[in-house]
Structure formats: structure tokens, C-alpha cells
């Protein structure tokens, strides 16, 4: 398998030696980053209750890009799956294949980043370093295999395979366990019935864990509830097909902007959180974070935007063949960007600004909400600005993918 690996990477295109790059970089970015997070979590001063968002903000980002970077290319590879198929090999064999792929291109990246760690970082702490590296090749096999579930390599073609899932039930319980878990704790605090503090502690952080986890994955109700709203009151045919397309495929969309709700809901947190205490150099770890997290989101916001076109590029070419200018599907993308950013912008800065006033419900004043209402509506519209702003940037992505479509 590994001699079949090195023969087909030999063969690659120039968009597949670019998404190698992306996908090596960003396991190096990951390693770089996560190792520093930890070892800032040794200064007591810093806040640890910082410290551990700043650590999420850096490694969730970069973790989401590479899942991304690994679903294109397993959208772009057709010649050598189909050659694979050709020549007698399983979809077993594919999958493993591109496990090994992912995991390969994470190895690399994570040994030089964490190679760069040590050359910056001498009189730090070093143990962290090999945990990392190997999580982060673990999280490269993963992504690498699971992102060929989608598509079908057969001797006659490759076909990505339609597994269009909606709003799931078990999310709204994820989220409502998330909920429960966190109310439990800050509200009980040193009269939890199990270890007292200590328990509460735990508490609130698996109910914060499972409250950011489920706030993600509910946000597919989300957005399919707006974009089913949208569509009822389009009044164009460009807003008429975003509502539709996004509400066709409401968890691609949830998928590639958990990064971007991840970014407001910490932003507008820490926003909250600052109207309290005051700013601090802790503060101003999880500014630097929060500008990393976006520009990661960013990134990863293109990938989907991406791998969309690559699916809807017949769709497209057909509506441009019948007239329909380039401009108003490049209105689409950009429509479709607001439709599904905006709710989930919005209630994961609501999201935010409620876990921090909960916490510090028994010292939290009424004339800190001001600051912390403004930082939260800051950060939700910085959210839909990134996600508008990407959805301008693909239109070159739009215009390639039409001009191929035709000489196909």
C-alpha cells in the first residue's frame, strides 16, 4: 500500500499538491500552537480559566481546516481512485488509502512543527511535545479515512455519494445535557452533592464541554429554520435559490462555520468576562487567539466553498448556459453566506454572554451587561462579515469551476 501511495502521489495534480501543502501546514500551525497553549498554562497569573480557551481556540480552527483540506481532496482525486478501482482494489482499500494519505502529510507537519516548538521554546517545557505530535498524526489517519465515506470509486467513474443529513434529535439532547450539567454546577458550586467544589468544578467544565459541542451541532436547526423562513419571503430569484440550496444541505453549513460560532461564542464570552474583571495580559492571550481563530475560520470557510462548488458546478453551468450571469450566482454564494451565518452568529454570541453571566451570577452587575451586550453584537457581526467576505473571495473558485464544467 505504501509503494501504491508513493506511485499515485508521483502522479498528483498541481490542485492536490497545493491541498498536500495546506493540509501539512496546518497539522505544523496545530502542533506549534497547541504546544505553546500548554505551556502557557504554567503561569498562574494568566488565568487558567483563560488559558483553557485560548488552548480551544487554537486548536479547533486548525483541526477543522485540516478535516476540510482532507473532504476536497477526496473530491478531486478522480483519476487515481477510478485507476485504484481499475486495477481490483476494494473501497476498503481506498479509505485506507487516504488514511494513510492524511496521516502521512499530518506526520510530517506535526514533526516540524513541534520541531519548531523546541528550537523557540528551549527553557520551556518540552513533554508536551510528543503527545502532541501524535495526537495530531491520530487526528490526520482519522480525518483522512473518514473523509472517503463520500465518495464512490468505481472502474467506470468516480461519484460523490449524496448523504445529505439533517437536524438530528440526539443533538437538542447533547445540547439540553450540556445545559443541565452547567446550571448544575454554577449554581450549586459548594454544596454540589458529590465532592462538594470539586464536583461542581467538574460539572461546569463537561456541561461547558457538551454545551460548546451541542451548540454546534444544533446550530443545523438553525439553519434550516432560517433558510426555510428566507425562502418563504424571497423577494429575488438569487435569494430564492440560496435559501433553497442552504436549506437543502443545512449540515454542510453548520460543519464549516462550528469554527466561526466557536470564535464569536469565546469572543463574547471573554467580551463579558472583561466588563467584570477588567482587561489583563490573559485577555489579551485569548485577543490574539480570537484573531488566529478567525483567520483559521477564514481559511476553512474557502475549503467548503470549495468543495460546494465542486458538487454544484453542473447546477451552475446549466444556469449559465441558460443565461443566468456570473454575477448573480456569485450573489448566490454571497447570500447564501448571510442566510446561514447569521443565525448561528447570533445565538452563539447570546451563548456566550449567558454561560459567563451564569457563572459569575452572585458578583455579575447589571451596568457591566453594557460592554459585554456590545462586544457580543461586535463579534456575531464580525462573524458574518468573515463569512461574506469569503463567499466574495470564491468567486474566482465560481468562475473556474464554470469554465471547467463547459470544456468538460
Excluded at 481506498?94 to 528550537?119: F, N, T
Excluded at 472583561?274 to 495580559?281: C, K, M
Excluded at 448561528?344 to 449567558?354: E, I, L, N, P, Q
Aim: hydrophobic share 55%; proline share 3%.
Amino acid at each position: 500500500m505504501i509503494a501504491v501511495l508513493r506511485m499515485l502521489n508521483r502522479g498528483r495534480s498541481r490542485a492536490e499538491r497545493v491541498r498536500a501543502r495546506l493540509v501539512a501546514a496546518g497539522a505544523a500551525v496545530a502542533t506549534f500552537l497547541v504546544c505553546t497553549a500548554v505551556s502557557l498554562a504554567d503561569y498562574k497569573d494568566e488565568g487558567g480559566s483563560l488559558t483553557g480557551l485560548g488552548l480551544a481556540l487554537l486548536a479547533v480552527p486548525i483541526g477543522g481546516l485540516v478535516h476540510q483540506a482532507n473532504r476536497l481532496a477526496s473530491a478531486t482525486r478522480e483519476r487515481r481512485l477510478a485507476a485504484l478501482r481499475l486495477a481490483g482494489a476494494t473501497p476498503g482499500d481506498v479509505r485506507r488509502l487516504g488514511a494513510m494519505e492524511g496521516g502521512s502529510l499530518a506526520v510530517g507537519g506535526s514533526l516540524g512543527g513541534g520541531a519548531l516548538y523546541v528550537v523557540t521554546h528551549l527553557a520551556g517545557p518540552l513533554p508536551q511535545v510528543p503527545v502532541v505530535v501524535a495526537l495530531v498524526t491520530l487526528g490526520g489517519v482519522l480525518s483522512g479515512a473518514r473523509a472517503g465515506r463520500h465518495v464512490v470509486a468505481s472502474p467506470l467513474g468516480v461519484a460523490r455519494r449524496a448523504r445529505v443529513r439533517g437536524p438530528r434529535v440526539r443533538d437538542l439532547l447533547l445540547l439540553a445535557a450540556g445545559v443541565g450539567l452547567f446550571v448544575l454546577g454554577a449554581v450549586k458550586k459548594g454544596d454540589f452533592p458529590l465532592a462538594g467544589p470539586y464536583g461542581s468544578a467538574v460539572s461546569v467544565a463537561a456541561g461547558l464541554v457538551l454545551l460548546l459541542f451541542g451548540v454546534t451541532l444544533t446550530t443545523t436547526w438553525m439553519i434550516r429554520g432560517y433558510a426555510r423562513w428566507a425562502g418563504r419571503r424571497a423577494r429575488s430569484a438569487e435569494a430564492l435559490l440560496a435559501a433553497r440550496l442552504v436549506e437543502a444541505d443545512p449540515r454542510a453549513w453548520a460543519r464549516a462555520l462550528a469554527v466561526v460560532s466557536l470564535t464569536v461564542f469565546f469572543g463574547a464570552a471573554a467580551g463579558a468576562q472583561q466588563a467584570g474583571v477588567g482587561y489583563s495580559q490573559g485577555h489579551a492571550l485569548l485577543d490574539v487567539a480570537l484573531l488566529v481563530a478567525l483567520a483559521t475560520s477564514a481559511v476553512a470557510l474557502v475549503v467548503h466553498q470549495a468543495e460546494e462548488l465542486i458538487d454544484l458546478r453542473r447546477s451552475f453551468a446549466a444556469l449559465a448556459a441558460s443565461g443566468v450571469p456570473e454575477r448573480a450566482l456569485g450573489g448566490v454564494l454571497v447570500r447564501q453566506a448571510v442566510i446561514a451565518a447569521l443565525p448561528v452568529c447570533v445565538v452563539a454570541a447570546v451563548s456566550g454572554v449567558a454561560v459567563v453571566v451564569l457563572t459569575l451570577t452572585d458578583v455579575y452587575q447589571v451596568q457591566w451587561l453594557g460592554w459585554a451586550v456590545a462586544r457580543a453584537v461586535a463579534m456575531a457581526g464580525v462573524g458574518v462579515l468573515a463569512a461574506v467576505l469569503v463567499a466574495l473571495a470564491a468567486r474566482p473558485l465560481l468562475r473556474g469551476a464554470l469554465v471547467f464544467e463547459t470544456r468538460a
